[in-house]
């Protein structure tokens, strides 16, 4: 239908990211890929495909669930469940090749029990440094130690998580670091080797080189955007997603005339309006109501009245030609502010709430090397 949403997706915009991150790393260090929440809403099985061609050697998701999906989708990479495994899930991750996220002696102990006997559990013991959310205190180290020598359990790996890796000297970083080290040095000392450790975000494996260790596990950067822009200097990202839309009528109102429900914007003089077949239901922020833009032929044009489910609506009054079936960018353009993350504070959000909540039923568009495909997810 004319005028339909689609969310398009540059597959060669990600390799280029994926090759910053490599850039920056260097060789010696693996990168675990972020694929989850359906690889931050560009579409998890084509995005694995194309990082793992590029050089990624491993990939992340959320939960079993999500790792299963790749598996259906013909991913047969190394895949390490960041969310964790219940005891119920052990069979199936076994079967699966997974490697899974536990964070206390418990947790062990029961996946040891769960898992089918002869098999292995592949594991990544995630360690709370500093920022307060799961993961085993440092103080818990001796009883997880223990769980780990009375199973069968093969600990593959050790993680935690930056507090606030996106900020250039911030003094936490440094404590997480260290802290990090004594907790795999301990480890050391109870005959614990995990092959793997892994601190870094985005943010954290462009600050700051102390946090790269074995492994990184880029997220946001791999998209095209920066969690901060002080990081702006030292990474070049291309964006991979444009949410987009092709104008649906043009319309000429009079002066005063109210705009959408409740009228709240009103037209200050006689001018032009365009309609976009792009609401809330398909991403757009109703937080963006007569505060947004949108790029329409190249020029900024605000979003005027209240976002609906399924409208948007751009007051066109000062671009010339202006006519049905021009393509409008809600973000992705290389136009300054149209980036996800400026959009997103616009919003008063981030662009990860962005990013992923562009739903499923939006159509995607894969571009790479002048091919383009379109994938219809349910």
């Known amino acids: 239908m004319q005028g339909r949403g689609v969310c398009a997706i540059d ?19 693996r990168t675990c890929a972020v694929v989850k929440a359906d690889a931050y809403g560009h579409g998890a099985v084509p995005v694995s495909r194309r990082l793992l061609a590029e050089g990624a050697q491993m990939l992340a998701v959320a939960s079993l669930h999500e790792a299963r999906d790749l598996r259906r989708g013909g991913i047969a990479a190394p895949v390490l469940v960041l969310g964790g495994a ?8 076994v079967e699966l090749g997974l490697s899974v996220v536990a964070w206390d002696a418990r947790a062990i102990t029961e996946l040891a029990a769960a898992v089918p006997a002869g098999r292995r559990l592949r594991v990544h013991v ?15 180290l001796d009883a997880i130690c223990a769980a780990v020598s009375a199973s069968s359990i093969e600990i593959e790996g ?30 050391a000392d109870r005959g614990i080797r995990p092959a793997l450790r892994h601190l870094a975000n985005s943010g954290g494996l462009v600050a700051d080189s102390r946090t790269h260790f074995d492994m990184v596990r880029p997220g946001l950067v791999l998209y095209g955007a920066l969690p901060s822009p002080a990081l702006a200097d030292r990474i070049r990202l291309r964006p991979v997603m444009q949410l987009r839309a092709c104008v649906l009528q043009v319309k000429d109102m009079p002066g005063g005339h109210g705009i959408g429900y409740g009228s709240t914007h009103r ?55 202006v006519r049905v ?10 136009v300054e502010g149209n980036d996800v993350m400026s959009v997103a504070r616009t919003a008063g959000t981030i662009g990860y709430e962005l990013l992923t909540g562009v739903p499923g039923g939006l159509p995607r568009t894969y571009q790479s090397d002048d091919v383009a495909r379109s994938a219809h997810r349910a």
């Open 11 to 29: 597959l060669d915009a990600l390799a280029h990211n994926l090759s910053e991150v490599r850039r920056i790393v260097g060789p010696r260090v």
């Open 86 to 93: 219940t005891p119920a899930e052990a069979s199936a991750a």
């Open 126 to 140: 995630k360690i709370d440094t500093g920022l307060g959310r799961v993961g085993a205190m440092p103080g818990d």
């Open 158 to 187: 050790v993680l935690s998580h930056l507090a606030s890796g996106e900020t250039p000297g911030d003094p936490s970083v440094e404590r997480q670091v260290a802290e990090f080290g004594r907790v795999v040095a301990a480890m």
């Open 267 to 321: 037209m200050p003089d006689h001018g032009r309006i365009a309609i976009l077949h792009l609401g809330y239901a398909q991403g757009v922020p109703r937080a963006l109501s007569n505060r947004g833009t949108a790029i329409l032929r190249g020029h900024p044009a605000p979003i005027v009245g209240l976002v609906s489910m399924d409208h948007t609506t751009l007051d066109a009054s000062a671009i010339p030609g």
């Open 325 to 334: 079936g021009d393509e409008a960018i809600l973000w992705g353009s290389d």
